[in-house]
């Protein structure tokens, strides 16, 4: 049966839902018949009249809202940093300062979005991960991309500075970034296996590359040729043996990346105290066994 107070805007042959245009009540439709400038038309017409005839284009616009109650990840990733690095000194294979720096960026994502409650970042990428059950920009998966991709780039400029006290950037640095959602706790734990097992693969071999080359004289082709078809097995070998250099004992952040989370730590009270205080700390631990995720296991909670 149709609806009180509803026309149908046409009816198809085929029984598909009918699209409904709402009418006023009849009580009102009766006295309008008898008045020009009616209650309803005055609310309604003046209201899509302020609206503008153009407001129809926002039904072009799609909704990416993610899917409920499964991990977000965001991971941004800087574009072209071959090139980037070499056209800033940075320091083969890895320059500190220049991952700190990256660090630090990530750190003010954080500070901002507080419904991030771990983040991962080696080379020019960093992953942020949301609460399962966040309702930042309500899910909308390129209203968090951007923003996170946009403080990330900004703050990564804002801070160069601090990293890089006597150069500035010499052209504007850019990030990319992507959402990216996981259903189960086994697959953001993999993701982020996925993430910390490319730093180890491409640290080793970074490592070994640019040792041939600095300390043993290679040329890249050389050093190239050198390690093709290598296991990382021989590359510890060749490390060791050639250059007395124990990959195991290389610098935590290089080996396994940085791992952001927010920690309660003790703060100076100006009376002499101490409270705590949530804190993003770093981190450059394994998150690839289950010993952190263990310990942290409220990181896989849902709150
Ligand atoms: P797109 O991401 O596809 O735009 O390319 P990309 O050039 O950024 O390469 P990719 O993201 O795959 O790899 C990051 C690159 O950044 C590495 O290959 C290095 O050349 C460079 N890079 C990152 N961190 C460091 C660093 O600490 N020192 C040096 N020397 N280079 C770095
Ligand atoms: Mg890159």
Same mark, same amino acid.
Request: hydrophobic residues 35%.
């Given at each position: 049966?149709?609806?009180k107070n509803v026309?149908f805007? =046409?009816?198809p042959? &085929? /029984?598909l839902?009918?699209?409904?245009?709402?009418?006023?009540p009849? +009580?009102?439709?009766?006295?309008?018949q008898?008045?020009?400038?009616?209650i309803?038309k005055?609310?309604?017409?003046?209201?899509?009249?302020?609206k503008?005839?153009f407001e129809?284009?926002?039904?072009?616009?799609?909704?990416?809202?993610c899917?409920p109650?499964?991990?977000?990840v965001v991971r941004v990733d800087?574009?072209?940093?071959?090139?980037f690095?070499?056209?800033h000194e940075?320091?083969?294979?890895?320059?500190i300062?220049a991952l700190?720096?990256?660090?630090?960026?990530a750190?003010?994502?954080?500070?901002?979005f507080k419904?991030?409650?771990?983040?991962y970042g080696?080379?020019?990428? =960093?992953?942020?991960v &949301? /609460?399962k059950?966040?309702?930042?920009y309500?899910?909308?998966?390129a +209203?968090?991309s951007?923003?996170v991709?946009?403080?990330?780039?900004s703050?990564?400029?804002?801070?160069w500075?601090e990293y890089?006290?006597?150069?500035?950037?010499?052209?504007?640095?850019?990030?990319?970034?992507r959402?990216?959602?996981?259903p189960?706790?086994q697959?953001?734990?993999?993701?982020l296996s996925?993430r910390?097992?490319?730093c180890h693969i491409?640290?080793?071999y970074?490592?070994?590359?640019w040792?041939?080359?600095?300390?043993?004289g290679?040329t890249?082709?050389e050093a190239?040729?050198?390690?093709k078809?290598?296991?990382?097995?021989?590359?510890?070998?060749?490390?060791?043996?050639?250059?007395?250099?124990?990959?195991n004992?290389?610098?935590?952040?290089l080996?396994?990346?940085?791992v952001?989370?927010r920690?309660?730590?003790p703060?100076?009270?100006?009376n002499?105290g101490?409270r705590?205080k949530?804190?993003i700390?770093q981190?450059h631990?394994d998150?690839i066994?289950d010993e952190?995720w263990n310990t942290?296991?409220?990181?896989?909670?849902v709150?």
């Open positions: 049966m149709q609806p026309r805007l =046409y009816r042959a &085929f /029984r839902k009918a699209i409904p245009i709402i009418q006023p009849r +009580k009102v439709l009766r006295h309008s008898h008045c020009r400038s009616n309803w005055k609310t309604f017409h003046s209201t899509a009249m302020a503008s005839k129809y284009v926002r039904l072009f616009e799609a909704d990416d809202r899917l109650n499964t991990w977000i800087g574009k072209g940093f071959h090139k690095s070499t056209e940075y320091e083969k294979p890895n320059d300062k700190s720096l990256m660090n630090r960026a750190t003010s994502v954080m500070e901002e419904d991030v409650c771990l983040a080696q080379s020019d990428e =960093y992953s942020f &949301f /609460r059950e966040t309702q930042a309500s899910r909308r998966s +209203k968090l951007t923003n991709c946009s403080l990330f780039t703050a990564f400029v804002y801070y500075n890089f006290p006597t150069s500035k950037p010499r052209y504007p640095p850019v990030f990319d970034g959402t990216v959602l996981y189960s706790n697959n953001i734990r993999d993701y996925w910390q097992a490319d491409n640290n080793l970074n490592t070994t590359f040792t041939l080359i600095l300390k043993g290679l890249p082709a190239e040729s050198k390690l078809g290598t296991l990382s097995g021989d590359k510890n070998e060749i490390l060791f043996s050639q250059f007395g250099i124990n990959y004992t290389e610098p935590e952040m080996r396994k990346g940085t952001l989370v920690r309660k730590v703060v100076a009270l100006p002499g101490t705590e949530s804190q700390v981190e631990v998150i066994g952190f942290n296991s409220h990181l896989l909670t709150t």
